[in-house]
């Protein structure tokens, strides 16, 4: 194994061959060189990594429930201000939850959001396979429009998700912190640069970090990577920070792609491909020209 | 009879006492299992194309690929090995691979 | 030994609580409002903004991540403690038995009160009835000198045996009547409590441990046994407890009371705050020649099997008053007594289950008086009976 990228996070973990997740974790936890604290919630990468006798955890862990990691990242923090201010701990650790989207759009979001107005000093980062992955790809509020899954499947009378997924990042900044970013497992190098700016930034900062799943949207083992860079490559993703309510895009593919080329490789849109979903497309292909337009604006005036 | 139900149950007490409490554990890597196992292709690294750029190490979602120094034709360069014992055969390596240096075989 | 010095003060359950609390000193409290308990926390915030207290306060947004943030906290080694009622115990009822799980000493201050719906805020067992089998430990009291007693046994027990305990009061009638409380002095509390140890923490960056792990069936039942296990040993622990603070309080508690039940020939099992008007319906009771007698529970998790069938197993006529109703069945309290007595190898008895006091309904003197003549009189059935 790789001693540099392991030194937090060891292999011998059950995730899905070709999952990104692992590769999120390391870059986020390997972006800061202070003691790191976990906290995670209940979903993919909590169930593949601490399977009792097995913890692949090298750093302190906890896993408490589902919907309350921001509340449970709330109390660690609470509880190193109080040991600080006890001489009981010298120095501060760096405190970072992790949670899916499913964890975060929906259940979490509760949680995240006293979180976030009450200032606590922690990193979320939210890894977003844009659906409930871990109990089998159901819908979550981070599931895109038109999308195929087990609760809002594609039919003869459906075309799968017919809303489109909530905007957490907009969402996130209305509670005024101070850095939040949109990255993608796909450029790693971006999401580093990302996590280490955050961990440094006092309060509370947010990442929400595309992830593509090969099991749910059914793709090949070894096409995470290349979907990922799809994504971005057709605006879908955009790559984005919001630096004090100031927006900067970190990247403008010079030859955009249309949306289609990311659809067309995930068995989870394979329904749009039939000429009565045709409209669908054309729908989603407007509304990422129209977020993109947007945020280019937002970019423009900041 | 008798016998066997006793050490049943000795056996569980043990594994009882020697629990830890709460479930709280610590990493110890011999307990992880060995997802080598779960392959059925098997990534293969080509010395002579390598150029040990290590976009595939950070992508790897084991983290099993890592630049060793090897003699490859009489000359030091630094080439990615990967640990079998735990790499599932995914294949994102050799996607991501800027040479087409890695070949993924049965 | 020198009587260690103490004051008198005139508090409601809610400010005695909180001064409670004050004196145990918790690291970390995790706030959220909800009537009967608001007055706990508002106290113990006042406090802290005068600079009496240096707890940290998060308010959080939702019962839920109060606990969860009290979880947080007590992991990362710190003394966590948070307040709660009714429909946000419930709401909140996912995290209890993650926090016995994972054996966290945490102490949370309940002033029991009636749940929805229909909505009502006042005193009442329902919500502590519902989370009984979560894995915390359970002491109810009486009137608000108890109140501010269990308090601080429970942060003490707690810690000794790593499982999460509920001090529960009646809301409102405890937790909102202003009645004469002897507070002990700060410095014998503070060495009572002493300060906490904790074995595991998310703070230990040299052997980090992983909280909170995924349990397949082989290991699963072994966790939850070694839980059971602690508990059994919360009830020695208590009875352990009770002796040292009466050294310094100069009160003993334990876990149960019993009043006039010597030669009783019939007899009252009940908690809470109503304990006051029976023991006040006993006496006038006795003073007719009446030989009644009754056993106030307080620890009601883990219960005391063993020793209420020792206590009660000889008397003929059993009334058991239960402030909670459980639909389709037989009470909790009533239950257990019956269990008791069963494994006592009493079969002799007869055991009558009363329901008072439902939604902070007031239960009269002479409705205690009642009970006791139907005992009397042999109106004693399987049926139960309501107090209204």
């Given at each position: 194994?790789?001693?540099?990228?392991?030194?937090?996070?060891?292999?011998?973990?059950?995730?899905?061959?070709?999952?990104?997740?692992?590769?999120?974790?390391?870059?986020?936890?390997?972006?800061?060189?202070?003691?790191?604290?976990?906290?995670?919630?209940?979903?993919?990468?909590?169930?593949?990594?601490?399977?009792?006798?097995?913890?692949?955890?090298?750093?302190p862990?906890?896993?408490?429930?589902?919907?309350?990691?921001?509340?449970?990242?709330?109390?660690?923090?609470?509880?190193?201000?109080?040991?600080?201010?006890?001489?009981?701990?010298?120095?501060?650790?760096?405190?970072?939850?992790?949670?899916?989207?499913?964890?975060?759009?929906?259940?979490?979001?509760?949680?995240?959001?006293?979180?976030?107005?009450?200032?606590?000093?922690?990193?979320?980062?939210?890894?977003?396979?844009?659906?409930?992955?871990?109990?089998?790809?159901?819908?979550?509020?981070?599931?895109?429009?038109?999308?195929n899954t087990e609760t809002e499947p594609a039919g003869s009378d459906s075309f799968g998700k017919s809303k489109q997924r909530k905007d957490l990042m907009e969402i996130v900044k209305a509670h005024g912190i101070a850095y939040l970013a949109q990255a993608n497992v796909a450029y790693l190098a971006d999401l580093k640069k990302k996590a280490k700016k955050a961990l440094k930034t006092p309060g509370p900062s947010f990442l929400l970090v595309l992830q593509p799943c090969t099991n749910l949207w059914k793709f090949p083992t070894s096409q995470y990577v290349n979907i990922g860079k799809l994504a971005t490559e057709t605006n879908f993703w955009p790559l984005y920070e919001i630096e004090n309510g100031k927006y900067t895009i970190n990247y403008t593919p010079s030859n955009k792609k249309p949306v289609e080329e990311f659809l067309k490789t995930q068995g989870r849109f394979k329904h749009l491909f039939i000429p009565k979903n045709k409209k669908v497309i054309a729908d989603i292909q407007k509304t990422v020209d129209e977020n993109f337009k947007k945020l280019v604006k937002k970019a423009q005036a900041s | 009879m008798k016998v066997s139900f006793h050490f049943v149950v000795s056996l569980e007490i043990i594994i009882y006492i020697f629990m830890e409490k709460g479930g709280i554990i610590k990493h110890n890597i011999n307990n992880a299992p060995k997802t080598g196992d779960w392959r059925f292709m098997k990534p293969e690294v080509d010395a002579s194309k390598c150029i040990g750029c290590g976009s595939c190490i950070e992508h790897c979602p084991e983290a099993v690929m890592e630049l060793k120094s090897r003699k490859i034709k009489d000359k030091n360069k630094k080439i990615i090995e990967i640990d079998y014992e735990y790499c599932k055969g995914c294949g994102v390596c050799a996607t991501v691979c800027p040479v087409k240096a890695i070949l993924i075989k049965k | 030994m020198a009587k260690i010095k103490s004051k008198i003060e005139a508090m409601t359950g809610g400010v005695a609580m909180a001064e409670a609390l004050r004196q145990i000193y918790p690291d970390v409290m995790a706030v959220y409002p909800i009537t009967p308990q608001t007055t706990i926390i508002e106290t113990y915030a006042k406090l802290k903004a005068d600079g009496k207290v240096q707890t940290e306060i998060i308010q959080v947004e939702s019962e839920h991540s109060a606990m969860s943030a009290t979880i947080g906290a007590s992991a990362s080694g710190a003394r966590a403690v948070t307040a709660t009622s009714s429909q946000g115990l419930l709401y909140m009822a996912e995290m209890l038995p993650i926090a016995s799980g994972l054996r966290l000493p945490?102490?949370?201050?309940?002033?029991?009160?009636?749940?929805?719906?229909?909505?009502?805020?006042?005193?009442?067992?329902?919500?502590?009835?519902?989370?009984?089998?979560?894995?915390?430990?359970?002491?109810?009291?009486?009137?608000?000198?108890?109140?501010?007693?269990?308090?601080?046994?429970?942060?003490?027990?707690?810690?000794?045996?790593?499982?999460?305990?509920?001090?529960?009061?009646?809301?409102?009638?405890?937790?909102?009547?202003?009645?004469?409380?002897?507070?002990?002095?700060?410095?014998?509390?503070?060495?009572?409590?002493?300060?906490?140890?904790a074995e595991q923490s998310l703070f230990n960056f040299k052997n980090p441990v992983t909280f909170g792990a995924l349990a397949l069936q082989d290991s699963y039942f072994e966790f939850r046994l070694d839980q059971e296990e602690a508990m059994q040993k919360a009830k020695t622990e208590y009875k352990k407890i009770c002796a040292e603070y009466k050294k310094i309080s100069g009160r003993k508690?334990?876990?149960?009371?019993?009043?006039?039940?010597?030669?009783?020939?019939?007899?009252?099992?009940?908690?809470?705050?109503?304990?006051?008007?029976?023991?006040?319906?006993?006496?006038?009771?006795?003073?007719?020649?009446?030989?009644?007698?009754?056993?106030?529970?307080?620890?009601?998790?883990?219960?005391?099997?063993?020793?209420?069938g020792h206590e009660i197993a000889h008397i003929k006529k059993i009334a058991v008053l239960d402030r909670a109703i459980s639909f389709g069945a037989y009470p909790p309290l009533y239950n257990d007594i019956v269990s008791s007595l069963h494994n006592a190898g009493s079969h002799k008895q007869e055991i009558a289950s009363y329901i008072y006091g439902l939604g902070g309904r007031d239960t009269l003197q002479k409705d205690i008086e009642k009970v006791f003549k139907d005992l009397e009189d042999g109106e004693i059935s399987n049926k139960i009976k309501y107090l209204k």
């Open positions: 194994m790789n001693k540099d990228l392991t030194k937090k996070l060891a292999p011998g973990h059950a995730t899905c061959a070709g999952c990104g997740i692992p590769a999120i974790v390391r870059t986020v936890l390997g972006a800061t060189e202070e003691p790191v604290i976990v906290s995670n919630a209940t979903g993919c990468l909590e169930v593949t990594t601490t399977i009792y006798p097995n913890t692949s955890w090298k750093v862990y906890i896993h408490s429930a589902f919907g309350n990691v921001a509340a449970t990242a709330s109390g660690i923090d609470a509880a190193q201000k109080a040991l600080l201010k006890n001489k009981k701990l010298k120095k501060p650790a760096k405190i970072i939850a992790f949670g899916g989207d499913g964890g975060t759009y929906d259940i979490g979001l509760q949680a995240l959001s006293g979180a976030l107005e009450r200032g606590h000093d922690f990193l979320y980062v939210c890894y977003d396979n844009e659906g409930y992955m871990n109990t089998g790809g159901q819908r979550s509020g981070g599931t895109p429009y038109g999308a | - | 945490i102490l949370m201050c309940v002033s029991s009160r009636a749940l929805s719906a229909p909505l009502n805020i006042h005193g009442e067992h329902g919500d502590v009835m519902a989370v009984r089998d979560s894995g915390w430990i359970q002491i109810f009291s009486e009137n608000v000198q108890e109140a501010y007693d269990n308090t601080i046994m429970a942060a003490k027990l707690a810690e000794t045996v790593n499982l999460p305990v509920m001090s529960i009061m009646d809301g409102f009638h405890t937790s909102h009547t202003t009645e004469r409380v002897e507070i002990c002095n700060d410095k014998s509390i503070k060495d009572f409590v002493g300060t906490k140890i508690h334990g876990i149960f009371e019993t009043y006039k039940l010597d030669n009783a020939d019939y007899a009252m099992v009940i908690m809470g705050a109503t304990v006051a008007t029976a023991k006040d319906a006993v006496d006038e009771l006795r003073k007719k020649g009446k030989k009644v007698g009754l056993l106030k529970i307080n620890l009601y998790r883990p219960f005391p099997y063993k020793e209420v």
